[in-house]
């Protein structure tokens, strides 16, 4: 069965410093991958997907920036976080389009970040 | 643009109650539909999805949605909530493109708090 991993599950960094949140997502092969961020009361922002190796598309301008070193893996970075970097972090996969199935979602756990 | 709506921010029932959690979306084509649950410390899970055939889908935990296209509405219910129903849920529309990538807007959510 398919798993997917997301870490760190909290994080507190300070204004200025550089961000890495790592997803990983195990039991599949070429799965579409997307991060985004939870707001209370505005739902999920979609900020990055990619639909292969070294493939990013960014939906929203903006402090971050994503990678996809390997199939399975990927990264949401930032080089210097901003206050408003704080938020809910979710990343998630869906199975490529072209199969029975498109468009469910199957998210991680979901990282805290806290910039101070 | 794509967009979704959901009518209710906060609901609140006694146990018993029956609910309806509303949703619209802004799409002219074809779309597949989701609702997604969040239970309080846990990740975002699939309650229940429609792709085509009977437009009334029925989900986990005895949750139901009826997608009426005339309406571009996809409304989910339940008969009689539990206080284990309290969560947020949020509606989300995909609409297949055709390309490698199935884009998923989701709706702000509904955060719904069921008194014992």
């Known amino acids: 069965s398919q798993t997917i991993h997301q870490w760190p599950a909290t994080l507190v960094q300070p204004v200025g410093s550089p961000l890495s949140l790592e997803c990983t997502v195990e039991g599949t092969s070429n799965p579409n991958l997307y991060w985004y961020r939870q707001a209370a009361g505005r739902g999920l922002q979609l900020l990055f997907y990619s639909v292969g190796i070294g493939q990013i598309s960014s939906e929203v301008p903006q402090n971050l920036s994503a990678s996809r070193p390997q199939d399975r893996q990927f990264i949401l970075s930032s080089k210097k976080l901003l206050l408003s970097d704080s938020g809910f972090y979710l990343c998630?996969?869906?199975?490529?389009?072209?199969?029975?199935?498109?468009?469910?979602?199957?998210f991680g756990e979901g990282s805290r970040l806290t910039v101070l | 643009a794509q967009s979704v709506s959901q009518h209710n921010h906060h609901v609140i029932l006694s146990e018993a109650a029956s609910l309806e959690l509303g949703c619209n979306y802004s799409y002219g084509g074809t779309v597949n539909l989701f609702w997604y649950v969040q239970y309080p410390g846990q990740h975002l899970q699939l309650l229940l999805k429609?792709?085509?055939?009977?437009?009334l889908v029925k989900g986990i935990k005895g949750f139901e949605a009826e997608f009426i296209k005339s309406k571009f509405s996809f409304n989910l219910r339940k008969p009689s909530v539990q206080w284990s129903d309290t969560a947020e849920y949020f509606c989300a529309v995909n609409a297949p493109s055709g390309t490698s990538y199935d884009k998923v807007i989701f709706g702000p959510g509904t955060s719904l708090s069921v008194i014992p």
């Open positions: 998630a996969w869906s199975h490529h389009p072209g199969t029975s199935v498109t468009g469910e979602l199957f």
């Open positions: 429609y792709f085509s055939g009977d437009p």
